[in-house]
């Protein structure tokens, strides 16, 4: 028996962690990872909530976001690749043109 | 301390560890990788809270394809050779805001959710075909038309992929 509390502690350390990886890193790459980091933290809480709930709707939700974050992946890393073609860097500190 | 406790401690402590490679290493390939061991760490908590459709979910759309995508990508740009090393310096002010949202998400979540007490180990039914079968009328019963809007959305980014990478033709 393992009480709930447990997981939502987990699924808000993982979360921060993704957080704080798109503050902090400025490759591309890694930000993008960072959300699918925090994606999954808030899958994990939505299990949890469904299984001491005894109930499917959390666990289709999930189903939901995992094919949304797949199509979220596929349109980013052809926009990076797009990016890195035209500047030669995925360095989110250089994508400034637009800055005044 | 029962062995549930403490596999769900050692596998905390993975995905905790595996989140912070994620996060600190230097090489993009090397943070791909300690994403796959987070993701695969998360699906065996999906089968400690008998979700077992999920967990086979995540293994092969997150930690298969999606990861895949990540590696053929960084791959591609040869993103692994360029640096971008976690800047500790930086990283004291985010630190201590994520830090903040850890309390204040963790506060919000126990005191105010409704649902508490303890997670049961998952039955040997949730294994079971039936199980898998109701999951799937649920989904095409109560929640065709989410279903329905998911393949169109899964089109949309087809083809919004397809036409970001194709190189433009000149207008003649």
């Known amino acids: 028996m393992i009480p709930i509390n447990y997981y939502i502690i987990l699924s808000a350390i993982l979360f921060s962690m993704g957080v704080v990886g798109v503050l902090v890193r400025r490759n591309a790459l890694i930000i993008f990872m960072s959300i699918e980091l925090m994606l999954n933290a808030s899958n994990l809480a939505i299990v949890a909530f469904s299984s001491i709930l005894k109930s499917f709707s959390g666990q289709i939700f999930v189903f939901f976001v995992i094919s949304v974050a797949a199509a979220e992946v596929a349109v980013g890393l052809a926009l990076i690749v797009e990016i890195f073609k035209s500047k030669r860097s995925i360095d989110v500190d250089q994508m400034s043109s637009l800055k005044g | ?172």
Not at chain 2, 54 to 59: C, G, K, P
Not at chain 2, 111 to 119: F, K, L, N, V
Not at chain 2, 152 to 167: R, S, Y
Request: hydrophobic share 60%.
């Open chain 2, 1 to 172: 301390m029962t062995l549930e406790l403490i596999s769900f401690l050692v596998l905390a402590f993975v995905a905790i560890a595996t989140a912070a490679g994620m996060l600190v290493s230097r090489n993009a390939i090397y943070s791909a990788l300690f994403l796959v061991l987070n993701f695969i760490t998360v699906a065996i908590f999906y089968l400690l809270l008998g979700a077992p459709f999920i967990a086979m979910a995540q293994v092969t759309v997150y930690a298969g394809a999606i990861m895949v995508l990540f590696l053929f990508v960084i791959m591609l740009l040869g993103a692994e050779s360029i640096a971008g090393e976690f800047n500790w310096r930086r990283a004291t002010f985010p630190g201590l805001l994520s830090l903040l949202l850890v309390i204040q998400s963790t506060y919000l979540l126990i005191a105010r959710a409704r649902p508490s007490g303890e997670i049961a180990p998952p039955e040997a039914a949730v294994n079971t075909v039936e199980n898998l079968r109701s999951l799937g009328t649920a989904l095409f019963t109560q929640y065709l038309l989410p279903f329905e809007v998911t393949s169109i959305l899964l089109l949309v980014a087809m083809v919004g992929a397809i036409v970001l990478t194709q190189k433009e033709k000149r207008v003649p």
